[in-house]
């Protein structure tokens, strides 16, 4: 099956500053990744995702990059605020997302 | 536009008792339904996933189950909870859109057992 590892597990930034966080899988197959954003004690929310035929995504603040060839995607979060602080999980699909550990990110004011 | 329901909200079981939480979806047809557990400060554990009525995948062996009675409905069950089984319960639905299959959660179900 699916194996989705995620780095780092932990992030800092300064407010103002961009944040980077990477994924790696492992099934050629999977061609649908999503981010999700965790704020504490809510539901996780998607908040970009990007398919296979698609090299890169923006929406606002946050990106989204994705390399078939190495299977591996990033999310990009830039001009970070302090509302940006959670968790994020990246995850892919083949017949099921498969979700990585996840990303505690602070920013600090 | 969809929704997703879960309760309750909050439950605080003791250890060998029954578990029953409940999902269901608004404005959608036939979506894919899904269970996940969160331990506290965890990642996702994918539980059970359902593309139909009684139609249900086991993740996990544990001692939980899950049935579909409807095609928006997903329940999640336990005849004796352990301690282990703390933890937060997110149900979630997807429909293939556009050659993709965008995902979401419901608001969980915040389980303690004591």
């Known amino acids: 099956g699916e194996n989705v590892e995620q780095h780092p597990s932990t992030l800092s930034v300064q407010e103002g500053d961009s944040a980077v966080i990477k994924c790696t899988y492992s099934?050629?197959?999977?061609?649908?990744f999503p981010w999700y954003k965790q704020e504490l004690g809510k539901r996780p929310q998607l908040i970009i995702d990007i398919r296979s035929n698609v090299g890169e995504k923006k929406d606002q603040r946050i990106a989204v990059t994705l390399n078939k060839t190495a299977k591996h995607f990033s999310l990009h979060i830039t001009e970070t605020q302090p509302e940006d602080s959670a968790v994020y999980f990246c995850a892919a699909r083949d017949y099921k997302l498969s979700f990585g550990a996840g990303t505690t990110v602070t920013v600090r004011a | 536009s969809q929704t997703i329901h879960q309760w309750p909200a909050t439950l605080v079981q003791p250890v060998g008792s029954p578990l029953s939480l409940e999902c269901t979806v608004e404005g959608t047809s036939n979506p894919n339904l899904y269970w996940y557990r969160q331990a506290a400060g965890r990642g996702l554990q994918l539980l059970f996933y359902s593309i139909g009525i009684d139609q249900i995948s086991s993740e996990v062996p544990q001692n939980l189950s899950a049935s579909r009675p409807q095609d928006r409905q997903f329940i999640l069950s336990s005849k004796k909870l352990l301690l282990s089984d703390s933890g937060f319960y997110l149900c979630?639905?997807?429909?293939?859109?556009?050659?993709?299959?965008?995902?979401?959660f419901g608001p969980g179900t915040r389980l303690t057992v004591t």
């Open positions: 979630a639905w997807s429909v293939r859109l556009g050659g993709g299959y965008e995902q979401y």
């Open positions: 099934d050629s197959a999977s061609n649908y």
